[in-house]
């Protein structure tokens, strides 16, 4: 088969203050997330002068793809400009007639997957007529490329640290979504079943047999269950443990956006300094040039029969045409708690 364009898709962040309120507004839009928190979390944006460094991460990304593809790159995101509507738009305007699409997230699960399908029927739905065909790469969170960008990147990390703990971490979601995730067959838990595999793929080309998988960033009111335990709250039990550092990889993630230079690089260091533990915090591969390698890769499975290669048993997952789903049912959205109505 072959396509005209890969669309490089992505969350998006603000580049301004001016930004912050009307993007948190985009990512929350009928989340149920209390406006407390989303308080707390402008700050954390504020705390950077407003600009989140997702945009650029991804900019500098693509430059790294662009000389290893024979197709042009296009950039849209699902909740701050370049908006994935207008990106599409302008493909569709350039002639773009069928195109891949490349999530920046390796996992399944509503969040990581499914909504990106979303994303991609809102575009196409938006530009309408003569939209571009869009074909979703799969899921990558078992490449081999994925997995070596990180094992280095914790070497590095821990290089002169003769005693640490080895702590992955990923973003939290509420347990109803991650039971929700994958199809309904499988019995739930994709998502936290595949950070658990990365982990365990990590820490077993490093050669460390004792390591913990943790969760950051949560959200949503407090009354419901998200997975656990935080980073900090570990980082807290660690030290009460005597343990001399803590080296903490962001597995969950691409790129060092504002969820990993905030709750990590700020929370969860300044937490480990306050009880005199030892920090220090794996890179992400974003600027790696094996990731530049693994997007390529995932683009020639399609375009010159290249074998897929990933380290798990799991079922490769993820690669949908147009927004479709895996499978029936897969990673529904959980029910969004009701909010009472405030009237103002
Ligand atoms: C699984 C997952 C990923 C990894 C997969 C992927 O990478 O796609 C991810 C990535 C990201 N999450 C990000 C930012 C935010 N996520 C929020 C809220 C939420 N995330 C959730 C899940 C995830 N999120 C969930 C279940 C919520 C609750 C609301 C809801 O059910 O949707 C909120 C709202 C405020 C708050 O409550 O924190 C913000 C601002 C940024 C950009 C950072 C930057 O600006 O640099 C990135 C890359
Ligand atoms: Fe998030």
């Not at 390796?106 to 994303?119: F, P, T, V």
């Not at 900090?232 to 550092?245: N, Y």
Request: glycine share 8%.
């Amino acid at each position: 088969m072959s396509y005209d364009a890969l669309l490089w898709l992505s969350f998006g962040g603000p580049e301004g203050p001016a930004d912050v309120r009307p993007f948190l507004e985009n990512v929350t839009r009928g989340r149920g997330v209390p406006p407390e928190r989303l308080d707390e979390v402008e700050k954390h944006y504020l705390h950077f002068g407003g600009v989140s460094p997702i945009n650029e991460l991804n900019r500098s990304a693509i430059a790294a793809v662009e000389p290893l593809l024979e197709m042009p790159i296009y950039f849209g995101n699902r909740n701050w400009h370049p908006m994935v509507e207008d990106t599409l738009a302008e493909m569709k305007a350039a002639g773009v007639k069928r195109a891949l699409v490349f999530p920046t997230s390796a996992y399944g699960g509503y969040s990581a997957c499914r909504q990106y399908d979303e994303d991609i029927l809102r575009a196409r739905t938006a530009v309408g007529e003569g939209a571009p065909e869009l074909v979703k790469l799969r899921q990558f969170f078992d490449h081999p490329l994925f997995v070596d960008s990180f094992a280095d990147a914790v070497r590095a990390a821990a290089e002169g640290l003769t005693e640490y703990r080895l702590v992955f971490t990923a973003h939290s979601i509420p347990l109803s979504a991650d039971k929700a995730a994958g199809p309904p067959e499988e019995g739930g838990g994709r998502y936290s079943r595949q950070v658990a595999e990365a982990a365990r793929l990590v820490a077993g080309k490093l050669g460390v047999a004792d390591y913990d998988v943790v969760w950051q960033s949560r959200s949503g009111p407090p009354q419901i269950p998200w997975l656990e335990p935080d980073i900090v709250d570990h980082v807290e039990e660690l030290a009460g443990k005597g343990v001399p550092a803590v080296v903490v990889c962001p597995i969950g993630f691409v790129s060092d956006h504002l969820e990993v230079v905030w709750d990590l690089d700020t929370e969860a260091r300044e937490k480990a300094e306050e009880l005199g533990v030892g920090f220090a915090r794996a890179a992400t591969p974003n600027g790696d040039p094996r990731f530049a390698q693994l997007v390529a890769e995932l683009v020639a499975e399609h375009t010159s029969g290249v074998q897929p290669r990933k380290l798990s048993d799991f079922t490769s997952a993820g690669c949908t045409v147009n927004g479709e789903l895996c499978a029936p049912m897969c990673c529904e959205p959980a029910r969004r708690p009701q909010r009472p109505q405030t009237s103002s």
